[in-house]
């Protein structure tokens, strides 16, 4: 099915959260430090991702890309605005309900992995999933180790795999739960070629068959080319969009504002 009539059949569903966006931030602003030493990461940033979609989020270095990341999933908090998440309106939500959201409503694949290193793979895997309490069988969670070509790798610690294998089982962890919003930070960063496009229709299949929806940051014009819309952050505001991008659009509007 095509981007166009996957966002046709979800028009059509009539479902309540079909109708609605999966994130939408409105006017934030988040600023670090305080007085005259404070510095605003993001500034009156208005954004909606609708349920169902892929959206990248682009820019210079120190455009914001990872702050409106976190802001949009609960890690952070606004100074100003409203933040909602799956219909949730998360912006002054107690730390309990923002734990129950991150535990059941979105995955988060970070940058860094935060792997525990003295876990197995699939330990790690299953790791949030049994925290929160819920049952996970070892096939499911092998399932998605397959899924991500590690199949053969579920036995093995963190100092056992490569840097790309490490942020291949973060992005299982992740997908385990199914969540309705998953955020991503640079996740085909430390991933060869072969491994990346692995990732990337992950990510395609999760939009297109499940209707999930991703939020990603990404450096790459070929990465953020797969998503429904590029987002292109500079100095904390959003200075341009694309939809429905090709690699050219994406890489010229990119030079653009990192010129």
């Known amino acids: 099915m095509s981007r166009d009539q996957h966002r046709a059949a979800g028009v059509r569903s009539g479902t309540p959260f079909a ?121 499911e969670v092998r399932r998605v180790l397959a899924g991500v070509g590690l199949a053969d790798r579920a036995r093995h610690r963190p100092r056992e795999l490569s840097g790309g294998q490490q942020q291949r089982v973060a992005l299982a962890r992740a997908m385990l739960s199914r969540p309705a919003v998953l955020f991503a930070d640079e996740p085909t960063g430390a991933l060869d070629s072969g491994s990346a496009r692995t990732v990337l229709e992950l990510l395609r299949t999760m939009v297109t068959a499940a209707g999930q929806s991703v939020v990603m940051v990404t450096h790459d014009p070929a990465v953020a080319a797969r998503a429904d819309a590029v987002v292109f952050l500079a100095d904390g505001r959003i200075v341009d969009r694309v939809d429905a991008p090709t690699v050219r659009d994406v890489a010229e509007r990119l030079a653009r504002w990192e010129g």
């Open 19 to 139: 109708a609605r966006s999966a994130v939408e931030l409105r006017r934030v602003t988040r600023v670090f430090g305080s007085g005259n030493a404070g510095v605003a990461a993001l500034d009156d940033v208005s954004l909606s991702c609708p349920t169902g979609s892929w959206t990248a989020i682009m820019g210079p270095s120190g455009s914001g890309k990872s702050t409106l990341l976190h802001c949009a999933a609960g890690l952070d908090r606004v100074t100003r605005g409203q933040v909602l998440l799956a219909g949730n309106d998360i912006t002054a939500a107690p730390d309990d309900v923002l734990t129950a959201l991150r535990r059941h409503t979105i995955g988060f694949v970070f940058q860094g992995f935060n792997l525990i290193g003295s876990l197995t793979a699939e330990q790690n895997v299953a790791f949030p999933a049994k925290l929160a309490g819920a049952r996970v069988s070892r096939d």
